[in-house]
């Protein structure tokens, strides 16, 4: 069953705006992550979160987690077009559990 | 390049036919995974393996799918008697078991169409 609910469904944006993308769980986890799928190709892994982590940083990505909302946030600073693409949160110990999916599209 | 290839890219076959997908994880790797995405939708979850144990199955993942991963390195997925409900992207990842993460590298999935 799907986990993660990402939110909102679509965003776009200028380049050099930045982009937040929520996510939304139901079970308790042990981490979170973030990964990001161009059209028509496999998942690239962004970032993972730990359960006792609050915020995290990887280069132009920041991402943060409350547990006690069971959500999650990821800013993407400073967009550029290489950013367009869609963003997924997944959930799970084991198989990961995946939501629907942010579609970014950032404009030139 | 070391990372999960899949095979092959594309399939397109009639409806009633037998298709087989192979999958190399990287080669450290001990978990592996099988996903199903449709388009519009997030990956959901078909099947893992662990080393050449096959730990969980999704109730997806009907009669006509079976997969194996024999020796623990490659697997393969089969679907006999495809259907076209079984179009979609089939995704492969792998990982390395380590505390409690599953950091899972994806390969770039083979796209089945089904006539």
């Known amino acids: 069953s799907q986990q993660g609910e990402e939110d909102p469904q679509a965003l776009s944006i200028q380049e050099g705006e930045n982009a937040t993308m929520n996510c939304s769980y139901k079970?308790?986890?042990?981490?979170l992550q973030w990964y990001r799928q161009n059209s028509g190709r496999g998942l690239v892994h962004l970032i993972l979160i730990r359960s006792n982590e609050r915020e995290k940083h990887s280069g132009r990505l920041r991402v943060t987690l409350d547990t006690s909302k069971k959500s999650s946030s990821l800013l993407i600073t400073a967009s550029r077009a290489a950013d367009t693409a869609s963003y997924f949160c997944a959930t799970g110990y084991g198989y990961a559990r995946f939501g629907a999916g942010t579609r970014l599209t950032v404009k030139p | 390049d070391t990372g999960v290839s899949q095979n092959p890219r594309h399939k397109i076959t009639k409806r009633g036919q037998n298709v087989t997908f192979r999958c190399d994880p990287i080669s450290e790797h001990n978990r592996l995974y099988w996903y199903r995405q449709t388009l519009g939708q997030g990956p959901e979850f078909l099947t893992y393996?662990?080393?050449?144990?096959?730990?969980?199955k999704s109730r997806l993942l009907s009669d006509r799918f079976s997969a194996e991963r024999p020796k623990g390195s490659f697997s393969t997925l089969e679907i006999q008697r495809t259907e076209q409900g079984d179009s979609a992207m089939y995704l492969c990842?792998?990982?390395?078991?380590?505390?409690?993460?599953?950091?899972?590298?994806f390969g770039p999935g083979t796209r089945l169409t089904v006539l």
């Open positions: 079970t308790s986890i042990n981490n």
């Open positions: 393996f662990q080393n050449e144990a096959q730990l969980e």
């Open positions: 990842a792998s990982s390395l078991v380590l505390d409690l993460t599953d950091t899972q590298y």
